[in-house]
């Protein structure tokens, strides 16, 4: 497969072509929910930022990564990282779950444990299941976040993570000892750690800055981002600042000015008009429908 073509992509869920990140975007729905809609087929595509678990208890699929075809069968489950290249084909009496959350919710989960977060870095497909009864504990473990999830209970966001926490520990030892299927290639890798470059990075760099940093042209990193987000590389970068700028503006009191010269932008003006271009309201009127 050439990944240098473009490829499908989506900021949310497969299909919903308007859907917006969020650093605590978390979901859960039935497998058969999306792809019955989808005729049983998920065509081949990527989340930009946000981090998937199928969870099959019952019936057959096909599943395709950047690499391979596999014909799976209950009790199994895949994990595909952001930017991960999947696609399934379902056989109609499947039964299961997606979990899909943003990767900002596992580092919060796992910031401590480097090791614990590698495991989560690779597309994993686990068919094996100790005697000990994980799979169900697992299952257990997901109800009990949905039922957190879909409720006005205190505290919600606090018991879902520690719910998840012992979910992904499970999946953590399971693939510990279960062979791993890597969904990366050479390109993808650059895009992935181009994307975590963008966000460590102190100050506002050019593009060739980005692009040394990881020893390709400016012109090939361009190439590798068209292909794979559909944006420039410049633009991947303006959609960072974007995003900073809006946490700024709901969770904080400073000026507008201020929020330009936080995120190195020499001009205020400059800054409002690419909010503006980005968002479709101006930084103060954003901030302004925010606390209506």
């Not at 058969?32 to 969870?55: A, C, G, M, N, Y």
Request: net charge negative; glycine share 4%; charged share 25%.
């Amino acid at each position: 497969m050439d990944l240098l073509k473009e490829i499908t992509n989506f900021d949310g869920l497969y299909g919903d072509e308007n859907g917006k990140y969020s650093s605590e975007y978390l979901f859960l729905e039935p497998i058969s929910t999306r792809s019955r809609e989808f005729d049983w087929q998920i065509k081949p595509h990527i989340h930009l930022k946000l981090f998937q678990v199928f969870v099959v208890k019952k019936g057959s699929l096909r599943f395709t990564d950047a690499i391979s075809e596999y014909e799976l069968n209950a009790p199994c489950l895949m994990v595909i990282p952001a930017m991960a290249l999947h696609g399934l084909v379902y056989h109609p009496d499947i039964e299961g779950s997606i979990l899909t959350l943003s990767e900002k919710i596992i580092e919060d989960i796992f910031e401590t444990s480097h090791r614990i977060w590698q495991t989560f870095e690779k597309v994993r497909i686990i068919q094996s299941f100790d005697e000990n009864g994980t799979f169900e504990k697992m299952l257990y473990q997901l109800a009990l976040a949905e039922y957190e999830l879909f409720s006005e209970n205190p505290e919600r966001m606090m018991m879902i993570k520690a719910c998840l926490t012992q979910f992904f520990l499970h999946i953590h030892r399971l693939a510990t000892q279960d062979a791993d299927l890597s969904g990366d290639s050479l390109q993808m890798a650059y895009f992935r750690k181009f994307l975590q470059n963008i966000k460590k990075s102190s100050h506002q760099k050019s593009i060739p800055d980005f692009a040394e940093e990881l020893s390709i042209s400016a012109v090939h990193l361009n190439r590798i981002c068209k292909a794979i987000a559909g944006k420039s590389a410049i633009e991947l970068v303006h959609q960072h600042l974007i995003q900073e700028a809006q946490k700024y503006l709901l969770h904080t009191s400073y000026s507008i000015s201020e929020i330009a010269y936080l995120l190195e932008f020499e001009y205020p003006n400059y800054f409002a008009k690419l909010f503006k271009k980005h968002i479709g309201l101006s930084p103060a009127e954003y901030r302004q429908v925010d606390r209506r």
